[in-house]
């Protein structure tokens, strides 16, 4: 257990609709990162969170948001969801920044039919 | 963008065996992790190499980083089945992470 929750395990919606996952980090870890991982393009890095500023970037779409909150949690917004948006997301965090090891959680599986 | 590519994509080996799974990526980088995957579940970090020269041992794994020649390589000493899963390399790169494919590791008693 790497002690990064993630909620809902499973989501299955329906295409234009709105989803958030939540993920609550390690105790005392300030990073939060956000990661993609589908068949057609594998593991991608979406966003960073350090202590609730946004970090780093990656590639993230524009119909994806996601925040970090005062108590550290984080959530991704993905919006207007299309059929290709169906994957893994994985949050991972660690101590401060990047250069260091993360830990992810166990992944929200999203389902868009 | 940032290319990173692993090789070979699928590893069948035999227990006892070592083999080595490498990792090319496209630009300068200082920061290179490695990380596991078992089927159907998270992701967990092996390694994480800072610097050129750097190398890194845990138990039957050992990651080495070659920045000049952009290489990073993951070496399995003496395989058995439970290092059977699937390992990506990452860079980062201007405060971006770029993934290899990944490499599928099956273990053969």
């Known amino acids: 257990d790497s002690g990064v929750t993630q909620t809902p395990k499973h989501l299955i919606t329906a295409t234009g609709q709105r989803v958030t996952l939540r993920c609550s980090p390690r105790?005392?870890?300030?990073?939060v990162y956000w990661y993609q991982q589908s068949l057609d393009q594998g593991l991608q890095f979406l966003i960073q969170?350090?202590?609730?500023?946004?970090?780093a970037k990656g590639n993230i779409l524009e119909r994806f948001s996601a925040q970090q909150f005062p108590d550290l949690h984080s959530e991704l917004n993905l919006s207007s969801l299309e059929l290709g948006d169906s994957a893994l997301y994985f949050c991972?965090?660690?101590?401060?920044?990047?250069?260091?090891?993360?830990?992810f959680g166990p992944g929200t599986r999203l389902l868009v039919l | 963008e940032l290319k990173v590519e692993q090789n070979p994509l699928f590893l069948s080996m035999q227990e006892g065996k070592n083999y080595t799974i490498y990792c090319n990526y496209s630009?300068?980088?200082?920061?290179l992790y490695w990380y596991r995957q078992d089927p159907g579940k998270s992701l967990e970090s092996l390694f994480v190499?800072?610097?050129?020269?750097a190398v890194k041992q845990e138990g039957r794994l050992m990651a080495s980083l070659d920045t000049k020649a952009r290489l990073s390589t993951l070496h399995i000493t003496a395989a058995v089945h439970d290092l059977s899963a699937t390992y990506f390399c990452?860079?980062?790169?201007?405060?971006?992470?770029?993934f290899g494919t990944g490499t599928s590791l099956t273990v053969i008693p």
């Open positions: 990452a860079v980062a790169s201007s405060n971006q992470f770029y």
């Open positions: 991972a965090s660690s101590p401060y920044s990047l250069g260091e090891t993360q830990y």
């Open positions: 105790s005392g870890d300030l990073s």
């Open positions: 630009t300068t980088s200082d920061r």
């Open positions: 969170y350090y202590n609730g500023e946004e970090r």
């Open positions: 190499l800072l610097s050129n020269g």
